[in-house]
Nanobody, 129 residues
Framework: QGQWVESGGESVQDGRSLRLSCVGS????????VGWFRQTPGKQREGIAA????????YVNDDIKGRFTISRDRAKNTLNLQMNNLKPEDTAMYYC??????????????????????WGQGTQVTVSS
């Protein structure tokens, strides 16, 4: 496990919102790519959104971009993920991670996040219909 500590996950009904947070180090925000990922049992971990050290943001696809917002609070060394209009398929363990980069590979409006290496322990989000 890495240096990130995630929080904010809980069980909610579909259509509701949640705000996840993870606390890291000032060094990570100033020097690395930071991102949110999620994983369900039996599936590979998938990227959601990432931010580079200059604050540039990329989302993996338009559906995520339309419902989720990644942001950071520099004063608190915190990376946030605001999730709106949650769906049952958003049920997963959500993780923060960081990496020296490159941060992403984007083609035709969709982005893939590279294999980040420094992970938190995760926070569980469960969305019921």
């Amino acid at each position: 496990q890495g240096q990130w500590v995630e929080s904010g996950g809980e069980s909610v009904q579909d259509g509701r919102s949640l705000r996840l947070s993870c606390v890291g180090s000032e060094l990570s925000f100033n020097s690395f790519c930071v991102g949110w990922f999620r994983q369900t049992p039996g599936k590979q971990r998938e990227g959601i959104a990432a931010m580079n050290k200059n604050g540039l943001i990329r989302y993996v696809n338009d559906d995520i971009k339309g419902r989720f917002t990644i942001s950071r609070d520099r004063a608190k060394n915190t990376l946030n993920l605001q999730m709106n209009n949650l769906k049952p398929e958003d049920t997963a363990m959500y993780y923060c991670a960081s990496d020296p980069g490159p941060c992403w590979d984007c083609k035709n409006g969709n982005c893939s996040l590279y294999n980040y290496k420094d992970w938190g322990q995760g926070t569980q989000v469960t969305v019921s219909s």
